[in-house]
């Protein structure tokens, strides 16, 4: 086993900068990096819910200015369910300028020859850190840690070669890992291509196809319940998605809630989804749609719009792959109102101008996408069984035994 050590040894740890919101534009190539940037089990996601600050506070704000390679960790996450408290990643600019907000730290190695910074990714995304974290962690309903309570961690921390060779083991492995990411990605674009060859760009429809209101196209467009039915909360009831579980053309159980059977049936029961409904988050990550599953019939949902589309007109798969589309999503945030927080409602969707090809041409869309989507499940089974790999390898080096 090797000795723990606590990383002020080898680390100091730089606070960012409390950003307001009337800072923030609609868009620049500035971007402030928050905790949501930062993902379970460490990777750096930059494209997720983007906040813009002017470019000229790259200047103003140089001292908070990042850098590709940049250690930064996450210390602030929701009290209900923390997943990145104390969760550190590596940035990527991408060509843009990232400024650390607050409630995100940049993680300064004091020596090069002592610390490791692959290693300290590493080893501080290790589970054991997460508990430590969570009793030091204070507020209501996000709990944030400080700067003495992330130094005073204790980790392994062996000589520099020794840090060297594990971080290449687990790069090793990551690679395999972010491989199988890469092939799900390119899945994703495979079908965004054969949707823009097949249909063209939705906005300036240049195929000329026939248009028609949202309201026309669909049986059903309402709204999930809107207030906060935590009374009805129970451990085992009907599930009720949020617009946290709602992704682009798939829906994520993680956070999920459960309902009163009860309050689901009387209540709830304009909430209730049927197989083929298309939910559409209306504020935060505004417009994202995802398609009601056979598993998931009869879930409900809180706070989502529902369409349920004319299968006569409009084929489901057409419609949330139109509605996530980039230049889909140009016309839901048209539609949107409000400031920096869009919010998309029943009023802008029922009015929203949609292309209506052929439904024969819709549903061959929709075969070629059920057909990619059976090897993108394939492809996640493979990157649970890489992702496995990965944490065996990261508990062995936590306890000495990987080298």
């Given at each position: 086993?090797?000795?723990?050590?606590?990383?002020r040894?080898?680390?100091?740890?730089k606070?960012?900068?409390a950003?307001?919101?009337?800072?923030?534009?609609?868009?620049?190539?500035?971007?402030?990096?928050?905790?949501?940037?930062?993902?379970?089990?460490?990777?750096?996601?930059?494209?997720?819910?983007?906040?813009?600050?002017p470019?000229?506070f790259?200047?103003?704000?140089?001292?908070?200015?990042?850098?590709?390679?940049?250690l930064?960790?996450?210390?602030?996450?929701?009290?209900?369910?923390?997943k990145?408290?104390?969760?550190?990643?590596?940035?990527?600019?991408?060509?843009?300028?990232?400024?650390?907000?607050?409630?995100?730290?940049?993680?300064?190695?004091?020596?090069?020859?002592?610390?490791?910074?692959?290693?300290?990714?590493?080893i501080?995304?290790?589970?054991?850190?997460k508990?430590y974290?969570?009793?030091?962690?204070?507020?209501?309903?996000?709990?944030n840690?400080?700067?003495?309570?992330?130094?005073?961690?204790?980790?392994?921390?062996?000589?520099?070669?020794?840090?060297?060779?594990?971080?290449?083991?687990l790069?090793?492995?990551?690679?395999?890992?972010?491989?199988?990411?890469?092939?799900?990605?390119?899945?994703?674009?495979?079908?965004q291509?054969?949707?823009?060859t097949?249909?063209?760009?939705p906005?300036?429809?240049?195929?000329?196809?026939?248009?028609?209101?949202?309201?026309?196209?669909?049986?059903?467009?309402?709204?999930?319940?809107?207030?906060?039915?935590?009374?009805?909360?129970?451990?085992?009831?009907?599930?009720?998605?949020?617009?946290?579980?709602?992704?682009k053309?798939?829906?994520?159980l993680?956070?999920?809630?459960?309902?009163?059977k009860?309050?689901?049936?009387?209540v709830?029961?304009k909430?209730?989804?049927?197989?083929?409904d298309i939910?559409?988050?209306?504020t935060?990550?505004?417009?994202?749609?995802?398609?009601?599953?056979?598993?998931?019939?009869?879930?409900?949902?809180?706070?989502?719009?529902i369409?349920?589309?004319?299968?006569?007109i409009?084929?489901?798969k057409?419609?949330?792959?139109?509605?996530?589309?980039?230049?889909?999503?140009?016309?839901?945030?048209?539609?949107?109102?409000?400031?920096i927080?869009?919010?998309?409602?029943?009023?802008?969707?029922?009015?929203l101008?949609?292309?209506?090809?052929?439904l024969?041409?819709?549903?061959?869309?929709?075969e070629?996408?059920?057909?990619?989507?059976?090897?993108?499940?394939?492809?996640?089974k493979?990157?649970?069984e890489?992702?496995?790999?990965?944490?065996?390898?990261?508990?062995?080096?936590f306890?000495?035994?990987?080298?």
């Open positions: 086993m090797i000795e723990l050590k606590e990383l040894i080898v680390c100091d740890l606070n960012g900068f950003f307001k919101s009337e800072d923030y534009v609609e868009y620049s190539k500035t971007v402030s990096l928050r905790m949501s940037n930062i993902r379970p089990g460490g990777s750096f996601d930059s494209e997720y819910n983007q906040r813009f600050l470019d000229n790259k200047e103003k704000y140089s001292q908070y200015l990042l850098s590709d390679g940049d930064v960790i996450a210390m602030t996450d929701l009290a209900t369910d923390p990145i408290l104390g969760v550190p990643t590596i940035v990527e600019t991408n060509g843009k300028n990232w400024l650390l907000n607050q409630r995100v730290g940049k993680l300064v190695i004091r020596d090069n020859l002592k610390a490791d910074k692959t290693y300290l990714r590493y501080l995304n290790h589970p054991i850190h508990n974290y969570r009793m030091f962690a204070g507020g209501g309903l996000q709990i840690i400080g700067k003495n309570e992330i130094l005073s961690l204790k980790i392994p921390l062996p000589p520099i070669e020794i840090q060297k060779k594990i971080a290449n083991i790069d090793n492995a990551a690679s395999l890992r972010n491989k199988t990411e890469q092939l799900i990605k390119e899945y994703d674009l495979l079908e291509s054969i949707f823009l097949m249909f063209g760009d906005v300036r429809n240049e195929k000329g196809w026939n248009t028609e209101i949202g309201e026309n196209l669909c049986k059903k467009i309402s709204v999930g319940i809107v207030i906060k039915p935590a009374s009805y909360y129970v451990d085992n009831g009907i599930l009720a998605l949020r617009s946290l579980n709602i992704k053309n798939h829906i994520d993680t956070n999920i809630v459960q309902l009163s009860e309050a689901h049936l009387s709830l029961k909430s209730i989804l049927k197989t083929g939910v559409v988050v209306r935060g990550n505004t417009g994202t749609a995802a398609i009601i599953p056979e598993s998931l019939n009869g879930v409900n949902c809180i706070d989502l719009i369409i349920r589309p004319d299968i006569n409009m084929n489901s057409f419609f949330i792959y139109f509605l996530n589309s980039e230049r889909g999503k140009l016309l839901i945030l048209g539609k949107s109102v409000g400031g927080q869009k919010h998309f409602n029943v009023g802008s969707m029922k009015k101008v949609l292309p209506v090809p052929p024969t041409l819709q549903n061959e869309f929709a070629k996408i059920t057909l990619i989507e059976k090897q993108k499940v394939l492809a996640k493979e990157l649970k890489s992702e496995d790999l990965l944490n065996c390898l990261l508990q062995k080096a306890r000495g035994e990987l080298v």
